[in-house]
Structure formats: C-alpha cells, structure tokens
C-alpha cells in the first residue's frame, strides 16, 4: 500500500481489486489490513476457501518468489507471513467447519541438538502461506518426538532442519529409524538448513533437499500433488 494512501477504504473497492489490494497489503505485511480485507470478502459472500485461495495464498506466492529471488528478505517475509496469521486466525474456524482440504500437512521441527528455528520457522510459514496445515515441533526434536507427531497427525510430509553441522546426521537418524518401522515410505521427507545440500539431502535419504522457505513451499506442492496422483493411479 502507497505509504500515502493511509484513507484508502478497503469497503469501496470491488472485490477483484480488493484482493489485488489485499496481495499489496501483505507483501507490505500490513496485517490489521488483511484482517480486515478478509472479514469484507466473506461479508460479501465469499467461501472461507476462496478467500484462503485467491486473496492469501496468491499474496504469498508472490511474496515467496521475491524472497527467492533476493528482492525480499527475512524481516520483510516474517512481516508478510504475520499479516497471513491476521486473516489466518479469521479464516481458521470457517475452514474447519466446512471441512475445506489443506493442500496437504507438515510436521515440522528442529533436530535433536540443534536450537536455531529462524529457517524452521520460516518454511513453516511459507508452508502455512501456500496452504498447508503446519504442525510445528520446534527446536532440539528427537527421533521419538517425530515419530509420535508422525502417527498422531498423519501427516504428507516431515520437514526436519539444522544450522549445525554437528547434528545435521542426526537426519539419517530420523530418516532410518522411519525405515527400520517400515513406516519411510508413507510420508514425503523434506531437509533444509544453512550448511545441507542435495547431495546430503540424497546421502541421508530425503525426498528432497530446499536451499530457501520459497523453494520449500513450491517444492512441497509439487511432491504432495505427485503422490496423490500415484496413489490414485494405485487405487
């Protein structure tokens, strides 16, 4: 939103240009806006899908592009995702209710011996932006504590992640512990953090690697839509 334009009222705007101004808003992380914004869009009749679709996840689509490409950065992402919690916490009850399909779920966590969650915390939140349902372990997260989260919420994918070498193995441990129950290929695994790359993403048996928040979001679609259509193909 122009820094001038403070007057501007969302409830003159016509819907198509609402949600343009809405896309703005967020990429400004202006979050009593996109509260506002949504709670119009949903007086005029909108589904709580819709809104979620068209006015929050396309915002931060484009939000997670100019992340990758280096015109945002991590404040100005932590600002926009907080402004996608704002209509979020609008949206939440009416999706529940309507029993809308998330794009997929996440579990999600810091490993064992590792308490950085600035990274973690964003890939959650460009995970959240893009739809999906986010269960979030936080930091110094053991092999039991992913697999209990595993089996409670059934998830389509586990993101692990790690800022230290020192624990970034403690991957494979997750990854083969998951193997030895039988249990590693009924989930997408997902690893990330300052010091991975693909091939260790590969050595330690993940599905794949994300050098950024964006990627992991884009990348998270991709797989989850891919095995829904195996499994189709399979039923």
Not at 117 to 141: C, H, P, Q, S, Y
Not at 200 to 225: I, N, S, W
Request: a negative charge; hydrophobic letters at 45%; aromatic letters at 4%.
């Amino acid at each position: 939103m122009d820094m001038f334009d403070e007057d501007l009222d969302l409830r003159t705007l016509p819907d198509d240009e609402l949600v343009e101004q809405m896309h703005d808003d967020l990429y400004d992380g202006l979050a009593d806006e996109i509260d506002e914004g949504t709670r119009i869009l949903l007086e005029r009749g909108w589904s709580a899908p819709e809104v979620l679709n068209d006015a929050l996840v396309e915002g931060m689509r484009i939000v997670g592009i100019d992340f990758r490409d280096g015109i945002l950065f991590v404040p100005e992402v932590l600002m926009a995702a907080n402004a996608m919690k704002a209509g979020m916490a609008v949206l939440r009850p009416l999706l529940a209710e309507t029993g809308a399909e998330t794009v997929g779920k996440v579990v999600i966590g810091t490993v064992k011996g590792d308490i950085h969650d600035i990274g973690k915390n964003l890939v959650a939140m460009m995970m959240e932006g893009a739809g999906f349902e986010v269960i979030d372990l936080g930091i110094n997260t053991d092999v039991e504590e992913f697999i209990e989260a595993i089996l409670e919420h059934q998830p389509d994918i586990l993101g692990m992640s790690a800022l230290l070498t020192t624990t970034m193995p403690y991957m494979k441990v997750v990854v083969d512990t998951l193997s030895d129950r039988g249990m590693r290929d009924d989930y997408i695994v997902m690893v990330g953090g300052a010091p991975l790359n693909e091939e260790f993403g590969l050595a330690v048996g993940a599905d794949a690697y994300c050098r950024d928040a964006a990627v992991a979001a884009e990348t998270a679609k991709d797989l989850v839509a891919r095995k829904r259509i195996l499994m189709s193909e399979q039923v």
